[in-house]
C-alpha cells in the first residue's frame, strides 16, 4: 500500500505568480489533511476535507488559499499571487477515519 | 482554540539511556493524543497514539503515558539508538485538525 504522496516535492515561484501543490491521498482514505511548516516550528493545521467537501478551513488564511478534494483525483492546495511569507515546507496527511493521520513528504516552497 | 506546550525544546541522552519528552494541552475535550517523529528533509511518522479512555500504551521501546486530570501527556523511550535522533513532535486533536508542539530535538550520543 503505497504512502501519501505530494507532488512536486520542491516549487519555486517568483512573487506574484500561483503555487498549485497536490496530494494523493493512501488508498481508502477519504480524509485529507494539510499543514504548513516553517523553519523550526511545529505544524501548523490548515484545511480538512472529505471528498468533495471542505469541513474546517479554520486555519488557512482567507485570501489568496484555497483548497479542494475532488472526486476524482488528487487534493489541490493552491496559493495566489504568492509573497516570500508563503516560503514554507507544505505537508498533506490522511487518513481512513479522522484519527491516525498519515503524512507524505511534504512540497517545499520558495518565493523569490 | 487548543494549545499543546511541548518540552524539552532539545534533549541530548548517551546511547542506551532512557529520554522523556513531555506535552500539555489546553481543551479538556481533546481525545486523541498521537506522537510524530521527523527526521530531516522528511514528513512526520506517527511512532505511537494514545486515546483518552487509556492511560498508558507502549511499543517497544516505547511508550506513552496520559494523565487526562493535569491534562499532560509523555513519551518515554528506552534504550536509545542513534537511530532515535530526530524531532519529536506531541499532538492533540479534538475533532479534526492535529494541534502540535513546537517540537523536540532528541539527540543521541554514542
Known amino acids: 500500500n503505497a504512502g501519501v504522496m505530494q507532488n512536486p516535492r520542491h516549487l519555486v515561484r517568483r512573487r506574484g505568480q500561483e503555487a498549485r501543490l497536490r496530494c494523493s491521498p493512501m488508498?481508502?482514505?477519504?480524509?485529507v489533511y494539510w499543514y504548513r511548516q516553517l523553519p523550526e516550528e511545529g505544524l501548523k493545521f490548515m484545511v480538512y476535507?472529505?471528498?468533495?467537501?471542505?469541513?474546517?478551513e479554520s486555519g488557512m488564511p482567507k485570501e489568496r488559499f484555497s483548497a479542494e478534494f475532488p472526486k476524482e483525483g488528487p487534493s489541490i492546495l493552491r496559493i495566489q499571487q504568492v509573497v516570500r511569507g508563503d516560503s514554507a515546507a507544505y505537508f498533506c496527511?490522511?487518513?481512513?477515519?479522522?484519527?491516525?493521520?498519515?503524512f507524505g513528504p511534504g512540497t517545499r516552497l520558495t518565493v523569490t | 482554540g487548543e494549545n499543546v506546550e511541548q518540552h524539552p525544546s532539545t534533549l541530548s541522552v548517551q546511547e542506551g539511556d532512557s529520554a522523556v519528552i513531555k506535552c500539555t494541552y489546553s481543551d479538556s475535550a481533546s481525545n486523541y493524543f498521537p506522537w510524530y517523529k521527523q527526521e530531516l528533509g522528511k514528513g512526520p511518522q506517527l511512532i505511537i497514539d494514545i486515546r483518552s479512555n487509556v492511560g498508558e500504551k507502549k511499543d517497544q521501546r516505547i511508550a506513552v503515558t496520559l494523565n487526562k486530570t493535569a491534562k499532560h501527556f509523555s513519551l518515554h523511550i528506552t534504550e536509545t539508538q542513534p537511530e532515535d535522533s530526530a524531532v519529536y513532535f506531541c499532538a492533540a486533536v479534538r475533532a479534526d485538525g492535529l494541534t502540535f508542539g513546537k517540537g523536540t530535538h532528541l539527540i543521541i550520543q554514542p
Open positions: 476535507l472529505q471528498k468533495e467537501n471542505i469541513i474546517d
Open positions: 496527511a490522511s487518513s481512513p477515519m479522522g484519527w491516525e493521520q498519515y
Open positions: 488508498k481508502g482514505h477519504s480524509h
